[in-house]
């Protein structure tokens, strides 16, 4: 994998999918290596995806300084790698825990940015956070079948404070659109690809100023599309809409039938409206 180094000298990996244009990916977890995100469901076909593994996940080194894990410390990676990869400015896309990466970074270097795609972000940096309640509405939608109403019982006990590994497995099906097998690799993969020392400091105390955060995004000229799931608590269509509406040209699209990982969901809807939108701005 092509490497580079970090301001504090860490070395950081990353892998490239695809042909065509260079798109930029942050993935979520928080603090999970860039494998799971896969093409992008068949998104490699028309861009050539940068997968950056964050520091201390997947084949990066771990930092000398795990408070560098923090969110803000890790905007400058992004623009180091930027500046690795020759690109006056870059097309970007973020996943889940990594929109507060992407809105930090815009934040920070709004001239730097060409299109942005926030997938299902996660947004504290804007003070915009999921309630107990919005997960467990969208945990309601699918209401009826035995699968969905334990996965809802389970996930209420884990927002109630019951936040073992098992109830985590009976919740899992809440977080795909459909419970396939493709969805159950994936979900399995998950506890081997994660660094939960890093996704703990992630979100730490100073990670970031809100209002601050806020007033600058308003210097970000390109466009930037929110995607969001319908079957998605966190964040849900409305959350994701004022996420939206943060930016100067946000766009918000909601998927249908889709939860956190709309990719797998509908492959090709999910890279026909990505690959349009890097392609025109709509």
Known sequence: MPTFAAYDGTELAYRTLGGGPPLVCLPGGAMRASRYLGDLGGLAADRTLILLDLRGTGDSAVPADESTY?????????????????????????????????????????????????VTPTAWALDLVSTAQDRLAAARLRAGAELYDTAAEAYGRILGGVDTDEEWDRAAPLFYGRWD?????????????????????????????????RAALRRVAAEVLVLAGELDGNPPPGLAEQIAAAFPAGILHVQPAAAHYPWLDDPAGFAERVGRFLATGT
């Open 181 to 213: 097998g493709v969805a159950q690799a994936h979900y399995a993969a998950g506890e081997r690809e994660q660094n939960e020392k890093a996704a703990a400091a992630f979100a730490g105390p100073g990670a970031c100023d809100p209002p601050a955060v």
């Open 70 to 118: 923090r969110a803000d410390r890790q905007v400058a990676d992004v623009e180091a790698l930027r500046a690795h990869l020759g690109l006056e400015r870059m097309d970007l896309l973020a996943h889940s825990a990594a929109g507060n990466l992407a809105l930090l970074y815009a934040a920070a270097h709004p001239q730097r940015l060409g299109r942005t795609v926030l």
